[in-house]
């Protein structure tokens, strides 16, 4: 397991961008594939997007494809996600995820690390 911690929610308008940031309390973060998460109230927890170890493969739910990007910094130990073109439907807290092993998967039992989750609140 690795110490995660994301940062850089907020509440903005229909349109607008942010830029997650998931640091990581580790010397060795390409050890891990990387995904970012989600969950609304009352709804299950659904995959976002996925990053490999050196950041050569990258997975996007179908719902955030086009606007979202993924990147990691192995030498700074972090993780973003760069949400362009929001949507109400977009609102969830967004979860940080990692997993050892050079395979991404999009399913979160398949994770060994989360972080707390920080809140994302797009208005109409």
């Known amino acids: 397991q690795v110490q995660l911690v994301e940062s850089g929610g907020g509440l903005v308008q229909s349109g607008d961008s942010l830029r997650l940031s998931c640091a990581a309390a580790?010397?060795?973060?390409?050890?891990?594939?990387m995904g970012w998460f989600r969950q609304a109230p009352g709804k299950e927890r659904e995959f976002v997007a996925g990053?490999?170890?050196?950041?050569?493969?990258?997975y996007f739910a179908d719902s955030v494809k086009g606007r979202f990007a993924i990147s990691r910094d192995n030498a700074k130990n972090t993780v973003n996600l760069q949400m362009n073109s929001l949507k109400p439907e977009d609102t969830a807290v967004y979860y940080c995820?990692?997993?050892?092993?050079?395979?991404?998967?999009?399913?979160?039992?398949?994770?060994?690390?989360w972080g707390q989750g920080t809140q994302v609140t797009v208005s109409s």
């Open positions: 995820a990692a997993r050892a092993g050079a395979w991404v998967s999009t399913n979160e039992k398949d994770f060994d690390s």
């Open positions: 580790t010397r060795t973060l390409s050890s891990y594939c």
């Open positions: 990053i490999t170890r050196f950041g050569s493969g990258k």
